[in-house]
């Protein structure tokens, strides 16, 4: 009886590991990867929804292009979204 009432405890939250927090955790190791491999020239969307071209980049920012007349922006990097294709 004892050992029963545990089982049930335990496998709720093995469920709610594979279905809510691993996700989670392989979401935000993809952006951070992301976020590492960005390099000039490449077209970005901010999490503000603000499109750009990456200008320059140091360890923890960026500087973005944000329109044809050459208006600059610089962000931190976790700020970027996604890398928009070419």
């Known amino acids: 009886m004892q050992l029963t009432s545990l089982i049930i405890p335990i496998l709720l939250l093995a469920v709610m590991w594979f279905l809510l927090i691993r996700p989670q955790q392989k979401r935000a190791k993809e952006h951070r990867e992301l976020i590492n491999r960005v390099e000039a020239g490449q077209k970005i969307t901010t ?8 200008k320059a980049v140091d360890e923890t920012s960026v500087v973005i292009t944000v329109n044809g007349l050459g208006t600059e922006m610089t962000l931190e990097k976790p ?7 070419s």
């Open 79 to 85: 700020a970027i979204k996604q890398v928009d294709p």
């Open 47 to 54: 999490i503000g929804g603000i499109k750009g071209t990456i």
